[in-house]
């Protein structure tokens, strides 16, 4: 089964950190976008972060710019998200997608729960 699983996810405290992974199975990561996304309650999912595991190129919302950084790892057929110095509105569910084009190649997943907070 070609899919993608977060993980990673957990409660923490403002200014602390969290490495989400993004597991590919059934399939290599290769020359593919691999974007996260979040979505807390009551609004729009929103792009975070996305690399491109051929040549590596990252992006950053402007929101998370300096605080989380994206990576690949071909070996293990996963991409992490490093969040570091993390705020309580950093707090969602992130899912990781493949960028095809602008769209989610794959249905949602269930994500990982980011809960930040004292």
């Known amino acids: 089964q070609l899919q993608l699983v977060e993980s990673g996810g957990g409660l923490v405290q403002p200014g602390g950190s969290l490495r989400l992974s993004c597991a590919a199975s059934?399939?290599?990561?290769?020359?593919?976008?691999i974007g996260w996304v979040r979505q807390a309650p009551g609004k729009e999912r929103e792009g975070v972060s996305c690399?491109?595991?051929?040549?590596?190129?990252?992006n950053y919302a402007d929101s998370v710019k300096g605080r989380f950084t994206i990576s690949r790892d071909n070996a293990k057929n996963t991409v992490y998200l490093q969040m570091n110095s993390l705020k309580p509105e950093d707090s969602a569910v992130y899912y990781c997608?493949?960028?095809?084009?602008?769209?989610?190649?794959?249905?949602w997943g269930q994500g990982t729960q980011v809960t930040v907070s004292s």
């Open positions: 690399i491109s595991i051929g040549d590596g190129s990252t």
């Open positions: 059934g399939f290599t990561l290769d020359d593919y976008t």
């Open positions: 997608n493949v960028n095809a084009g602008g769209s989610p190649l794959f249905a």
